[in-house]
């Protein structure tokens, strides 16, 4: 038998060459102005990076956080780059990102770094990156509840074919009373209870939403206690409010599951925490609601293996992304294998969760490259039986894997 291909050159070009849907982000198109991120001191001032130099360095909050953005990125940059070398993934990226735009890594001259980023308008910038990352769109968290962002799309989203809208709704599964409140002064007649009249405003809401932005899902992040239930607040907004509206507009459900919101508040964003959820939370949704669709990522490394085998008993289950403290070389590499061995390509294996429009050149060259090193060892593993695997095929899968299984998921 002649010797397998070595099909790993072809698999990582074909990778790099094909287009991503990133399926989470934190991005806006430039409808939202400001509250696109773009540039080196957002870039630098990433909350995992703010979270990094509090470990580095004898820092006080109030000080920090009354800095001006700037000053937190000389801080940061002096801490994390100059000082001890910038290893970790969040600082490695703003390295890969720099490369990315030509920029010379040896100055370490961060006034010259900005007078690139100062040289560019966002518009030529959000083509740059999108060319550089070779990304097709990316889906934004957009959320009724922040003020900024009802406010620049009150009128309805400017149709953006680079970002897709999908609809944020945590307050109402994390916080009812903060959230019944805002829903009362926008005219929704709600009560403390989710009662019959409640549940019904609540969804005149939600369908309100849909209509204004068109989402290709609902999303909330939920705690590691988030189970299937139906008599306590949570379990009745999901059960009468949430579910009901994702059917009758034919939209999944994206639980993004373990989060510990604020262990410490004075990091602000940066503050959030990870906890082991309970996957028969995820069992008995998909199971009690097979006409509910379920994009589901889970925050702890400790629920990944029991995640993949949920997806194998509910095709209403789609596994997406390595999500916040899972998204570093070595976690991506040990989900990527187990789920492709587990799933095959019936899964998302990656979303950036960009806030900053430029990680998506960082967080998106460094998945591609795991994935496509776990792509080429599994064709390797199939053609040492004799098996041929055509570049067609490779392109068809990777497809998949990077648009295809979430446009089918999301009806898009
Ligand atoms: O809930 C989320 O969408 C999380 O991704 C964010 O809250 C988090 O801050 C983040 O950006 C992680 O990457
Ligand atoms: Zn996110």
Redesign the pocket.
């Known amino acids: 038998m002649n010797a397998p291909q070595d099909l790993r050159p072809l698999v990582h070009r074909v990778v790099g060459e094909t287009p991503i849907l990133d399926v ?1 982000t ?1 991005l806006f198109t430039p409808q939202f102005a400001d509250l696109l991120l773009w540039g080196i001191d957002e870039l630098i001032a990433y ?1 995992y990076l703010v979270a990094e130099v509090f470990q580095a360095a004898p820092l006080k909050y109030d000080e920090f956080w009354a800095m001006p953005k700037t000053e937190q990125a000389d801080l940061i940059w002096k801490q994390l780059f100059l000082e001890r070398s910038p290893l970790s993934e969040a600082c490695r990226g703003v390295l890969t990102c720099l490369q990315a735009f030509g920029l010379d890594l040896s100055s370490r001259n961060l006034d010259g770094y900005r007078e690139y980023f100062a040289s560019k308008s966002v518009e030529e910038h959000i083509d740059t990156v999108f060319e550089t990352a070779n990304l097709s769109a990316v889906v934004m ?1 957009n959320n009724p509840f922040d003020p900024d962002e009802r406010l620049a799309c009150e009128g309805g989203l400017e149709p953006d074919s680079r970002f897709l809208p999908s609809l944020r709704i945590d307050p109402l599964t994390m916080d009812w009373d903060g959230a019944r409140e805002k829903l009362a002064g926008w005219g929704y007649d709600v009560g403390p209870e989710i009662d019959r009249r409640t549940a019904a405003e609540v969804r005149r809401f939600l369908s309100d939403w849909i209509a204004r932005i068109k989402p290709l899902y609902l999303a909330a ?1 939920l705690a590691p206690d988030y189970a299937c239930e139906t008599e306590t607040p949570r379990g009745r907004m999901v059960d009468r409010c949430i579910l009901p509206i994702c059917r009758q507009y034919d939209i999944p459900f994206a639980n ?1 599951i373990g ?1 510990k919101k604020l262990v410490n508040p004075k990091l602000r ?1 940066a503050g ?1 925490s990870v906890g082991k959820g309970d996957i028969k939370a995820v069992e008995q949704y998909c199971s009690r609601y097979p006409d509910n669709r379920f994009l589901v990522t889970m925050l702890s490394r400790e629920n990944q293996h029991e995640l993949c085998v949920a997806s194998r008993k509910f095709p209403n289950l789609m596994v997406f992304g390595c ?2 403290f899972l ?1 570093d070389p070595s976690i991506i590499e040990e989900l990527t294998r187990e789920r492709f061995e587990l799933l095959g390509l019936s899964v998302i294996p990656q979303h950036s ?1 960009a ?1 900053v429009l430029d990680q998506l050149v960082y967080k998106w060259a460094h998945s591609r490259r795991i994935i496509a090193d776990v792509l080429a060892d599994k064709y390797a593993d199939v053609c040492s039986t004799g098996w041929k695997a055509t570049e067609d095929e490779i392109r068809r899968d990777a497809r998949l894997l990077f648009s295809g299984n979430f446009e089918r998921f999301v009806g898009k």
């Open positions: 989470h934190h909350h968290t992040s993004m989060v964003l959030d999500w916040w998204n969760d806030r």
